[in-house]
């Protein structure tokens, strides 16, 4: 099985640096100008997409319809999946930086879902997956930077938090999971060689 990851496109917090979280936001239209370079991504690999799975957020739920269309996929076979949502940050979401620095200097945020249950979720999401969708080849997740770090360091065991740290600040770029009971190998997409690239492997059990 693989497993494309995908965070959304900009949107105007994005741009602003205000953490978003659960508030809803929609893209902007770089966001849409990045989502349909992704779909152009998606569109050149020898895999066809066999499922997308969308975050229920309207960011994420746009960003899979510009995709899925740049694929010939149909946008009403888009699942919505819950676990896919962003985590939660509270009090912290709608501040800016700076913002967040001056009123919350260690980054917690009241309210907010702890590292902890982020990463218990994205276990469990990923084992939902594999279980729910063995008879998918190729499913794309389109969501959100911590949910997407939480899912590479939750079930490799914080072995892929590199690259995690490298999606929650890329919009518009493609990972690949190569998933089988007790290997993943993680890639990235490159512009420059049009190709995939691996990062890392991790060899144990994967889903408990």
Request: aromatic share 8%; glycine share 10%; hydrophobic share 40%.
């Amino acid at each position: 099985m693989n497993i494309y990851l995908l965070r959304h496109g900009e949107t105007d917090w994005n741009r602003a640096g205000r953490l978003q979280g659960h508030t809803d936001i929609a893209l902007n239209d770089t966001g849409r100008i990045q989502m349909q370079h992704a779909g152009e991504i998606l569109g050149m690999l020898d895999e066809k997409i066999d499922l997308i799975l969308s975050s229920p957020l309207s960011r994420a739920r746009e960003s899979a319809g510009i995709v899925a269309r740049q694929l010939g996929y149909p946008g009403e076979e888009i699942l919505v999946e819950d676990m896919l949502i962003e985590r939660f940050f509270g009090k912290g979401e709608g501040l800016t930086a700076a913002e967040r620095k001056e009123k919350y200097p260690n980054d917690i945020f009241p309210e907010m879902e702890s590292y902890e249950q982020v990463i218990g979720r994205a276990r469990v999401l990923f084992g939902k997956i594999v279980r729910t969708y063995q008879d998918k080849d190729n499913i794309l997740l389109v969501a959100h930077g911590a949910i997407l770090y939480a899912v590479m360091a939750g079930i490799a065991e914080g072995q892929f938090a590199y690259i995690g740290d490298a999606i929650i600040r890329e919009q518009g770029n493609v990972y690949r999971i190569r998933y089988s009971s007790d290997k993943l190998e993680m890639s990235r997409y490159s512009r420059d060689k049009a190709v995939f690239e691996d990062v890392d492997t991790y060899t144990g059990r994967v889903v408990d």
